[in-house]
């Protein structure tokens, strides 16, 4: 069966110091994975995906995601982190095959201190 | 860019009323979905759609219904709303049923049952 585990449900960081979120992932087929972001009172947006091509998922505003299969893992990273990038963050797997069905980690808030 | 649209940022309903979620999509998306979600739980599917007129239960769609008449509008319905379906309510569609692809969300409906 599919599940994700987001390892900490807050993180808090200084403006300037790297960010990274964890995601440990579980899957029987091949996985897709996801990073979406949610702002408060907004709704889900896209940060970066893994589709079986390259491991190192470049995404927007300056996240990366590497995708590590011996450690089933897809930890997502920033190396500087911007007052903006306070928000929660969801590491989502999926299916491969069947009708796009998500499933989503509990979510990780950060926050991000001046 | 893809639009997704839900017709109420907020709304305050009584226990026993029904109640209605509207959805729509502006991309001629094939695949609809409603989710709910809640405080360290992540998003859970209620249901989906992959074509209209058809439709399949996720992983939580005990006292939930949904209507898809035409391609571009999903429905969640709450025959009975209860407060325990006091929650925020998140719509998503995507154009293609393989798991790889993204699926793109509306703002989000916060629903209060009292």
């Known amino acids: 069966a599919q599940s994700v585990t987001q390892l900490d449900s807050h993180v808090s960081v200084s403006e300037g110091t790297p960010v990274l979120l964890r995601c440990n992932y579980s899957s029987s087929y091949s996985p897709s994975l996801f990073w979406y972001v949610q702002h408060p009172n907004k709704g889900l947006q896209l940060l970066l995906k893994?589709?079986?091509?390259?491991?190192l998922v470049k995404g927007i505003n300056g996240f990366e995601a590497e995708f590590k299969k011996s450690e089933t893992s897809f930890h997502l990273t920033k190396p500087s982190a911007h007052m903006s990038d306070a928000a929660e963050y969801f590491c989502v797997v999926s299916f491969s095959g069947g009708y796009n069905k998500l499933i989503f980690g509990a979510g990780t808030r950060l926050a991000v201190h001046p | 860019d893809v639009k997704v649209t839900q017709s109420s940022r907020y709304l305050v309903k009584r226990t026993g009323e029904k109640v209605f979620l509207e959805c729509v999509q502006d991309m001629d998306h094939e695949n609809m979905f409603w989710y709910r979600q809640d405080p360290g739980l992540g998003l859970r599917l209620i249901y989906f759609s992959y074509d209209v007129k058809m439709k399949e239960k996720g992983d939580i769609p005990e006292g939930y219904s949904v209507s898809r008449e035409k391609k571009e509008r999903f429905s969640l319905i709450l025959e009975s709303a209860s407060t325990n379906q006091t929650s925020m309510y998140l719509c998503?569609?995507?154009?293609?049923?393989?798991?790889?692809?993204?699926?793109?969300f509306g703002p989000g409906t916060r629903l209060t049952v009292t």
């Open positions: 893994y589709t079986s091509a390259a491991t």
């Open positions: 998503a569609s995507s154009f293609v049923p393989e798991g790889s692809y993204e699926q793109y």
